[in-house]
């Protein structure tokens, strides 16, 4: 039994859509641009655990050129960070204006500070230092934007280096892994009840609530504007002090990490909502999008990095495949038999039209098939009994055709096969057998006989109506024969 191009084509759709869903999936599981839309709209809270302490524009006035600046300033800044107990400090400034004074070594041996390096190089470790050093390092995008960073960057020669975040993380308690993968840098809503940058000359004189630094992580660096190169653009394209974006950097290190969706399961849910898209059928598809889309939302509020956007294009994808089987459906309409699933009689002259040009070298064969009895088998058991034997005899054409051959539905109870590549000497023998695959045909009580009458280009066939001319005396003469037999 044939099924109708419709119902065969909704059964590829399914597994169509779970195949290229699946590629989706495995192909494109990062939705960065999502992500960082997400860090712009919704940022994290000031994370109260980081004090940026600032190098500006009046420390600078006080104290001079920051290469010159005497050890003391130094030594009082970190006393007055021991007074107040801060946990971690951290020196964003480039080692190679500290190590002009080798004296800083003593200043600078303490287990809980970490001294700033550039990318690239090696860092020169004062006499008897014993502080740990980090990559100053962030990694920006084409325009420019600091939005990812890593825990760890490779030098010339291959070697891992820490950065300076994950150092004072892992100073400050937090274990943190040596890792090239990039990070999303955590967007941070500014909160005005919390003390902003602290200004370097106050630290050096005191003037700081010990309470606002004890038990922090304190990163001191340049916030000063008169300084070229102190700024860099965030995640939401404010120009923003390197050493705040340091500070970020250490407070998503600090907080719950961001959870990615692993690959496997990335793959299953693009499958699954493109499946769905495919059995809703109609516009399904753009609302599970739209939905999926919003799911990013309160997932990323949860730390959770939820490909929204794969997701959706996968939804959307299926519903594309309904639109594409509409289409053909659409398409092939009016060629097609809605009961068999075979081409009409359009379809049948198209075909026809569309092989005759070649009939020199492929000769073209004809089969009319006429089906007697078929009436009284409607008005006995109903027209749902007629279906059923026109589908029965559309499957035992289907069976017995050859490559290349196609069925057609020639009339209410009469079907075309148009035979490729048959002469007058094969023609006869396709006829016969075809005929002995139709002998047995009937319905309950009801005896049914076939007629197949065939004809193939020749000489004396010059048209396609002559052609359907010759099936058909031929298939009259089969029934004739049949008559005066019975």
């Known amino acids: 039994m044939r099924s109708s191009p419709e119902r065969s084509l909704r059964r590829v759709m399914v597994p169509a859509a779970a195949l290229l869903a699946l590629g989706l999936g495995l192909l494109l599981p990062d939705n960065s641009r999502l992500w960082d839309s997400l860090n712009r709209a919704l940022p994290a809270p000031a994370d109260p655990r980081v004090v940026v302490v600032g190098i500006d524009d009046a420390s600078l006035r006080d104290y001079g050129p920051l290469s010159g600046w005497p050890r003391d300033l130094y030594a009082q800044a970190l006393r007055t960070l021991d007074e107040a107990g801060v946990q971690t400090v951290g020196l964003d400034v480039r080692l190679s204006a500290l190590a002009r004074t080798p004296e800083l070594a003593g200043v600078f041996a303490r287990p809980n500070v970490v001294l700033s390096s550039p990318p690239g190089e090696v860092p020169r470790r004062l006499s008897g230092q014993r502080t740990a050093t980090g990559v100053s390092a962030l990694n920006a995008d084409s325009g420019g934007v600091v939005r990812r960073f890593q825990t760890a960057y490779p030098d010339p020669d291959g070697t891992l280096r820490p950065s300076f975040a994950r150092q004072l993380a892992q100073s400050a308690g937090q274990n943190v892994p040596l890792d090239t993968t990039p990070r999303l840098l955590r967007q941070v809503r500014q909160d005005p009840s919390r003390l902003g940058v602290v200004p370097f000359r106050d630290v050096v004189n005191g003037n700081v609530r010990f309470g606002d630094l004890q038990g922090r992580v304190v990163l001191i660096g340049l916030t000063a504007s008169s300084l070229p190169g102190t700024t860099r653009r965030g995640p939401s394209g404010e120009e923003t002090p390197g050493v705040v ?157 050859r490559r290349g051959d196609l069925v057609f539905r020639w009339g209410p109870d009469e079907f075309a096969v148009l035979l490729d590549n048959v002469g007058p000497a094969g023609i006869q023998t396709i006829s016969e057998g075809t005929q002995r695959s139709l002998a047995d045909l009937g319905y309950r009580d009801l005896r049914l006989r076939a007629s197949v009458g065939a004809a193939s280009t020749g000489p004396e066939i010059h048209t396609p109506s002559e052609l359907i001319e010759a099936a058909s005396r031929s298939r009259y003469r089969m029934k004739y024969q049949r008559e005066q037999e019975a």
Do not use: M
């Not at 060629?335 to 040009?357: C, S």
């Open 245 to 401: 974006l340091q500070a970020r950097a250490v407070s998503t290190l600090l907080g719950a990490p961001l959870l990615s969706l692993p690959l496997w399961l990335t793959a299953l849910l693009c499958v699954a909502v493109a499946v769905l898209a495919v059995l809703l059928r109609g516009l399904w598809g753009f609302v599970i999008a739209l939905g999926v889309l919003a799911l990013s939302v309160p997932l990323w509020q949860l730390g959770v990095l939820f490909p929204g956007v794969t997701v959706s294009v996968a939804a959307i994808l299926g519903s594309a495949l309904v639109a594409l089987e509409r289409w053909w459906t659409l398409r092939n309409i009016g060629t097609r038999d809605p009961l068999t699933g075979f081409g009409n009689r359009l379809g049948f002259t198209r075909a026809v039209e569309h092989r005759w040009p070649g009939r020199g070298g492929r000769p073209i064969g004809l089969l009319l098939v006429d089906l007697s009895g078929f009436r009284q088998v409607n008005e006995t058991y109903g027209r749902a009994a007629g279906d059923e034997v026109l589908r029965d005899l559309a499957g035992r054409l289907q069976a017995h055709k």
